[in-house]
């Protein structure tokens, strides 16, 4: 009878505080949305759809909420958790709320005729992630961001340049992937390898492919058995945290990191320090920032019917008016410190 | 009653450390330089992590539960006490200002977390009698989006005192595989020579027998989430000080599936009651040699899942096997 009640007693515990939690989130965000309408913004209704929350798009879903703030949107956003179905439930559900706008950064952009045709009539603007099939794209569904096959091209030019200085046009890589199977995985992968190409260079795997998801320690147990025992000029990585397990991993077998170019993408503050320390040969600089605030933007702008890249500092693409980029950067040594 | 040596019985309960000298000498073969010492070393201290993980989970398996938990609680418990060490004049620290805490408080308040965590969730499954599958997932995700509501960044820059446990090295020996050790020691030490042991097994093999013969099977109950917890807050801490850096979404994602192949593999039996902390040890090594061995033969990462899951699943159906002759 008593261990009933003391179960009882937590079960009713452990609902109270999971009602209490809600209830605090509720009354934190309501007022937060109220206020910025009052503020005689256009009291817009908005719905950021995020595929995850990684460090990258943490800062591009910051920047988004602060953009909305400035412009008076009521901004809502929601984590798919890498799942299609539950992003495609979210944008179902913010149609039935009666969002103005909804903005998607897919899970797969192969779903972006799914995105499209859940939201109705509510104009879409896709972020970050690139439509697998860009003809989805009209005056009800835009994209805002960055052309993945440039940043691994900015690995492969410097790469190039780099080898080709010292007399060398025959060099083996270690690669460090990040998801296999997904889309921006292989698109980096892909275009710093062509790029390589490109630039005249012979580049031979000198492993099996590593895939250690965008985490550090997967890449710095992954990569550390390799380091002495196999022959590589250079390590490529699909994103710094794992180019940063590879310099740990480096450090901990006493070899020298600066001794190989080792070269990442986002320029996160780890990955700028590492470059300052010289640990890190260059990343490329995805502006997190940028694509946030212009996705912002151009959904305002789908609302009241402006041109989608008014105010938002960048240009729509030559060819197809629905596209706006966000350009990526190569950061090293030279221009590191323009960036903190 | 006479003490001879049983060459059958030995056999059949080392079987396991057959299977990793068999998998040590075809790796060896297929890669010579998978036999240096440095390997040896780099392979140890890649598994240590995932394998003080399945020092924990295996006192949950053994009393019949299961601890999904795990990778998430050493996240969380990772980003906590990383965000402890981070130093005052870092301005993308969690708290900007802190400063760096000494180590050995911040440990400690890593190992209070980690036990209030499996304090909690050990309590819901001894008193609710929830299946302890269903209550750490549950724990699971709270852990998890604990961790990322807590810091949505890496953390990173931890102090060097911070990361001593994780990095350093004494010698030649990286202190992560003395710690790793030393864990193994505390568990065999809880599992052979204690009444909380003792008590484990009676609780997996048959809970009302256990009961009926005085155990009591709700505290010892909680005292294996504390100890799967406890395990996973020393797990995390490490996870954070070898890496250098502790992430909310990415750290120990997952491990908690390592840690109960590994305990799996090394004879831990699901239906409760039966684990050797020697052949846990050796399932540990077995996936350690399978995970480095294979990239260093340049094996794609697909196919060494593949190979993962056939060791995973043949391993059981061995030992199921041999259970039920033995009984």
């Not at chain 2, 790793?180 to 009444?195: D, K, N």
């Not at chain 2, 504390?226 to 395990?231: P, R």
């Not at chain 2, 390592?258 to 039996?269: K, L, P, Q």
């Amino acid at each position: 009878m008593k261990r009933r009640i003391f179960a009882g007693f937590i079960a009713s515990a452990m609902m109270v505080s999971m009602l209490a939690g809600c209830g605090s989130n509720d009354g934190g965000e309501q007022p937060q949305g109220g206020e910025s309408g009052a503020e005689g913004g256009s009291g817009h209704k908005v719905t950021l759809i995020m595929s995850q929350r990684d460090e990258w798009l943490s800062e591009m879903e910051a920047a988004a909420q602060a953009a909305a703030k400035d412009i008076g949107i009521d901004l809502t956003t929601q984590d798919a958790n890498s799942d299609t179905s539950k992003m495609i439930q979210y944008i179902e559900s913010s149609v039935t709320a009666g969002e103005d706008a909804i903005i998607v950064n897919m899970v797969d952009p192969e779903t972006a005729a799914q995105c499209v045709e859940a939201a109705g009539e509510v104009p879409v603007v896709f972020v970050n992630r690139f439509p697998g099939d860009p003809s989805v794209l009209n005056e009800k569904a835009v994209y805002v961001g960055s052309d993945e096959m440039t940043s691994g091209a900015f690995q492969g030019e410097y790469l190039a340049k780099y080898f080709k200085d010292q007399g060398k046009t025959e060099i083996s890589y270690l690669m460090l992937n990040g998801i296999l199977g997904q889309t921006s995985t292989t698109n980096r992968t892909a275009s710093v390898l062509k790029a390589l190409e490109d630039n005249g260079i012979k580049a031979t795997e000198a492993a099996a492919p590593l895939a250690a998801n965008y985490d550090r320690s997967e890449a710095l147990d992954m990569i550390s058995p390799l380091l002495t025992t196999t022959e590589y000029d250079c390590i490529i990585s699909n994103n710094d945290a794992m180019a940063l397990g590879a310099v740990e991993a480096m450090m901990q077998q006493g070899l020298d990191p600066k001794s190989v170019p080792i070269v990442g993408i986002d320029a996160t503050a780890d990955g700028r320090q590492a470059i300052k320390d010289g640990t890190l040969a260059m990343t490329v600089f995805q502006n997190a920032e940028g694509q946030g605030r212009a996705s912002l933007q151009a959904a305002a702008n789908l609302i009241d019917g402006k041109p989608i890249a008014d105010g938002t500092g960048y240009e729509v693409d030559d060819e197809n008016e629905f596209i706006i980029w966000v350009p990526f950067e190569p950061v090293t040594i030279d221009n590191v410190a323009d960036y903190d | 009653m006479q003490k001879t040596f049983d060459k059958k019985k030995f056999l059949s309960q080392n079987s396991i450390w057959l299977v990793l000298i068999v998998l040590v000498i075809i790796m060896g073969v297929a890669q010579p330089s998978f036999f240096t010492v440095n390997n040896l070393l780099t392979l140890l201290s890649g598994e240590a992590v995932k394998g003080i993980l399945a020092f924990g989970v295996m006192f949950a398996i053994l009393s019949k539960g299961i601890d999904l938990t795990i990778g998430a609680s050493a996240g969380l418990v990772a980003c906590i006490t990383a965000s402890l060490v981070q130093p005052a004049d870092y301005a993308n620290a969690v708290f900007p200002g802190l400063g760096t805490l000494p180590a050995p408080l911040v440990i400690l308040i890593g190992l209070a977390i980690g036990a209030g965590i499996g304090a909690i969730y050990g309590a819901i499954i001894a008193y609710t009698k929830i299946p302890p599958f269903i209550a750490t997932l549950g724990a699971q995700l709270i852990c998890r989006a604990g961790a990322k509501m807590y810091t949505s960044r890496p953390v990173s820059n931890l102090s060097s005192e911070f990361r001593f446990l994780g990095s350093a090295k004494i010698g030649p020996i990286p202190v992560i595989i003395l710690v790793f050790f030393v864990m193994f020691a505390i568990s065999a030490f809880l599992l052979t020579q204690t009444r909380f042991g003792k008590n484990v097994y009676a609780i997996g093999g048959n809970d009302q027998a256990a009961r009926v013969a005085g155990i009591n099977v709700e505290k010892n109950l909680i005292m294996v989430y504390v100890w799967c917890s406890v395990c996973a807050a020393v797990a995390g801490m490490l996870l954070a000080g070898r890496a250098g850096s502790a992430d909310p979404a990415n750290s120990g994602l997952n491990y908690e599936l390592d840690a109960i192949a590994a305990a799996t593999v090394g004879g831990t039996s699901h239906t409760g009651g039966i684990c050797r902390v020697s052949g846990v040890l050796a399932g540990i090594l077995i996936l350690g040699v399978i995970n480095n061995g294979l990239v260093m033969l340049k094996v794609d990462d697909n196919m060494t899942n593949i190979v993962k899951g056939l060791i995973i699943v043949g391993s059981v159906i061995l030992d199921m096997r041999k259970n039920a002759k033995r009984a």
